[in-house]
């Protein structure tokens, strides 16, 4: 820590960096010479003096704001030197000028929460309140857990993951915010608190996934992730601790699962270790669901783990079967996007060529798509320990890989064309041996209806 110390009206350049103690209304020795009692802030002339005729402390404390998220402990929100100043970065605001937040400590009685909240917020100020008790117990030992996190680093960030990584998250309070503590532990860009946190045995619970994936960070959490943020606040820009911006070096979004396939970013340190907590939970139902629910593309890296772990630690077989269909591309995916109308208008104009073919095909293969099963109210939603069937998990149906093929292809019933292109097409509406998915037949003609419409 810093050494340095600035006692009035000797202060440093808020320009510049600075690191250090700045003691804006002086400081008082031990044994004081008349010169450093005059340089103390004390009496309403000392204070027109250094804010409003000579203006070094006023020069101070406003190119701080101007510079640096400012937080406030132990002021009054009634102070006048902060409610002038709050009051001259509201009136830049308005003149279009970008400025940091502005924090200040704040404490409140029984019953008076949102009234000194709305207070702060007047002054635009983001008030962190906490409740009066035996003189600002609350403040002190925040002060003193947050110290001791900065302090300890790393390790202190890994000593959270421990504490919490058991708990179930959905308990979490206001008051007590243990998952937002979690996730800053979780986001050091190190990825050390994420390994501790999907090594962790116990497994930490699945439970997790909900907070981890919520939309709770914002554009003033950019640069916690190692990303410079713009100067002008986005204030629609959202993410979560599983789908965030990426460091310039990986550039756009990164993901272990998305939907949309066309483009794969690499995952940093914490994001690689977030997937392989996440494959840990591959013998739980709820990971498949969560996969199809938010696309089904998997991540190269994320898929990886997921294969490792289906050999060396296979699930039940109703999850092998789905896995297996997953990671073989025969689920339906809503990025995977087949523009027959676009196939048909080619056709027109080049007839059957082997990549319409192939796009064809593609396009009308049988895909399963899976949804979460619904359970009837008073239904026994649990079944028997081994007698887990893939509807137990899923529910499913065959299609095929794109949509309104009947309307595409109906309508190129009278196109010269498409009537040569038949009799090739047939062969490939053959499927030469049936694939099983738990004693359900997967074996699908998609073509066939072709060409029985053209007999």
Known sequence: ???????????????????????????LSESPADDDL???????????????????????VSESFRGYTVCFVGYSIND???????????ADT??????????????????????????????????VLYKEYRRHYYLRETLHAWAANCRDGVNGKQAIVSKYCQIEPVITTKQDDFVGRMLWALSDKTGLPAKH??????????????????????????SRFGIQPDKKENPKLAFSLLRRPAPYTHANFMAPVQFNSHSWNGL?????????????????PELFLWVIGRGGNLHPQFEWELRRRLKDDPPSPPLQVLWALLLSGRVKSLSKHHDLYSWADRLKAQGLTPTLRFELRSALAPVVKFSRPYRWPGADGTPEEGKTSVSDIVQWEIVLGTDYAHSVLGAL??????????????????????CKLDHFDLEFS??????ERRN
Do not use: Q
């Open 94 to 127: 308005l003149m279009g000028e970008d400025s940091p937040r502005a924090f200040a400590f704040g404490n409140f009685s029984k019953g008076k929460e949102e009234d000194v909240t709305r207070e702060w917020e007047a002054k635009n100020v983001i008030p």
């Open 268 to 284: 940093d340190e914490a994001m690689k270790h977030m997937a392989r907590w996440l494959a840990r939970h591959l013998g739980n």
């Open 197 to 222: 946190f999907a090594d962790f045995d116990p497994l930490p619970t699945f439970d997790w996934v909900e907070p981890f994936t919520e939309d709770l960070f914002g554009h003033k959490d950019l």
């Open 1 to 27: 820590m810093s050494t340095c110390t600035f006692a009035a009206p000797l202060l440093p350049v808020p320009e510049n960096r600075w690191d250090g103690l700045v003691y804006l209304h002086g400081i």
């Open 446 to 451: 998609a073509l066939l209806f072709l060409a």
């Open 413 to 434: 019933e009278k196109v010269d064309k498409w009537a040569d292109a038949l009799p090739v097409l047939v062969p490939d509406a053959t499927c030469s041996a049936p």
């Open 80 to 90: 006048p030197i902060l409610r002038y100043m709050m009051d001259a970065l509201a």
């Open 38 to 60: 005059n340089r103390l802030i004390i009496s309403s002339g000392d204070f027109g003096l250094a804010y409003l005729t000579e203006r070094w402390a006023a020069r101070f």
